[in-house]
């Protein structure tokens, strides 16, 4: 038997989905806030919580750009409708936004990655993406003593 859905287990405003690793894989040069065009299961389950952005990342199709890999599971109380999982979803942007990254996209190394979803104060389903390039192990490395010594700094301002 399925579990009683109430309306408190909704999330109205606030974030759904964080790539924690995005930052430390990448070096995150812009970031953007679009907007997601998703079907209505995908946004009750978006409201539910069960959404997975790790591994998702933007592509370029005929002048529009998409996110691809990203995980929505599909939602418990669908009637005869549903959704696939996976699946590229169509990120809303102005037009001036969308020719900017991809002519980023175009240069060698560059990728966009998402890196959190949300819903803002309005109750609309948006995507922070970064642009950005891959780190390489030695700035990874670095990464981390930063963040050690960030974190022991603090300890001692104490």
Not at 81 to 87: D, F, I, L, T, V
């Amino acid at each position: 038997m399925q579990k009683k859905i109430r309306r408190a287990d909704f999330i109205s405003h606030g974030l759904v989905a964080q790539n924690r690793r995005a930052n430390f894989d990448y070096e995150i040069e812009d970031k953007y806030i679009a907007g997601l065009q998703l079907t209505g299961t995908e946004v009750k389950s978006l409201r539910m919580g069960h959404a997975n952005i790790t591994d998702a990342y933007g592509i370029e199709k005929n002048g529009e750009l998409f996110i691809s890999n990203m995980f929505i599971a599909e939602y418990a109380n669908k009637g005869y409708q549903s959704h696939p999982e996976k699946r590229d979803r169509k990120l809303l942007l102005n037009h001036k936004e969308i020719v900017k990254i991809i002519g980023d996209l175009s240069k060698k190394g560059a990728t966009l990655v998402a890196i959190r979803l949300f819903f803002n104060d309005k109750g609309l389903a948006k995507l922070e993406i970064g642009l950005g390039r891959g780190k390489k192990l030695y700035d990874k490395r670095e990464t981390i003593k930063e963040r050690d010594w960030n974190r022991e700094k603090q300890r001692l301002l104490r």
